[in-house]
């Protein structure tokens, strides 16, 4: 079975201050696919990011960078000098091989509160 | 675009009736799923298509029934809700051609 653990419920910073968020799965399929979306206040749904189990570059986009690592089935978030706007919460999410290349069969973790206070 | 359109954002329910949940997508994606999302649960999905004609079941799929007569459109029918349906619906819908899932603005559904 397929699942993804957010240990950190929530998670409260001062502004400027960097801040990861951890991220851990479980699969038995050597193809899949790690998501992390953006939830704020206001409820919608934002994409940040999709990696696929064959391409361990870590990423970076701006202030965010994420570090993929198969060994030990990790795919974690950090934040450089977060900003109040980015105060929401966060979700990793995992879809499976036979999900044909799309997004259709996501699992989602439980998701880490993030408070960036000023 | 629109993308993915939900409608009704909010409804509010009496035990034992019944209402559909609307989902449109103008993406022209194959994949269309529906998620509930509960207080510290994450989203859990209910049902999902790969295309029309094509459902299946989710993780969570009592209580729920769906239909995809067309590529445009995912009904989620609620045929009897229950307190235990109380929650925040969210739509989704993707394409083999793209890295994300598109997600609706969600319906509040509350039961009493």
């Known amino acids: 079975a397929q699942k993804v653990t957010q240990a950190q419920t929530e998670i409260s910073v001062v502004e400027k201050e960097d801040v990861t968020l951890d991220c851990v799965y479980e699969?038995?399929?050597?193809?899949?696919?790690l998501f992390w979306y953006k939830q704020p206040p206001s409820g919608e749904l934002v994409f940040l990011i999709r990696r696929n189990s064959f391409d361990e570059q870590n990423e970076i986009s701006g202030r965010y960078s994420w570090n993929f690592q198969k060994s030990t089935s990790s795919f974690n978030f950090t934040i450089t000098a977060s900003q109040v706007v980015d105060s929401a919460v966060y979700f990793c999410a995992l879809s499976e091989a036979e999900a044909q290349g799309g997004s259709e069969k996501l699992v989602f973790g439980k998701g880490t509160k993030l408070t960036v206070n000023p | 675009n629109a993308g993915v359109t939900q409608t009704p954002k909010f409804q509010v329910l009496k035990t034992g009736q019944s209402m559909t949940l609307q989902c449109a997508q103008d993406m022209n994606h194959e994949y269309m799923s529906w998620y509930r999302q509960d207080p510290g649960m994450g989203l859990r999905l209910i049902h999902y298509?790969?295309?029309?004609?094509?459902?299946d079941q989710g993780e969570v799929p009592n209580g729920y029934n769906v239909s995809r007569s067309t590529t445009e459109d995912f009904p989620l029918r609620l045929l009897s809700a229950a307190p235990s349906q109380t929650s925040v619906y969210f739509c989704?819908?993707?394409?083999?051609?793209?890295?994300?899932?598109?997600f609706g603005q969600g319906t509040r559904l509350t039961v009493v």
């Open positions: 298509s790969v295309g029309a004609g094509i459902t």
């Open positions: 699969t038995r399929d050597t193809t899949y696919y």
């Open positions: 989704a819908s993707s394409s083999y051609r793209n890295t994300e899932a598109f």
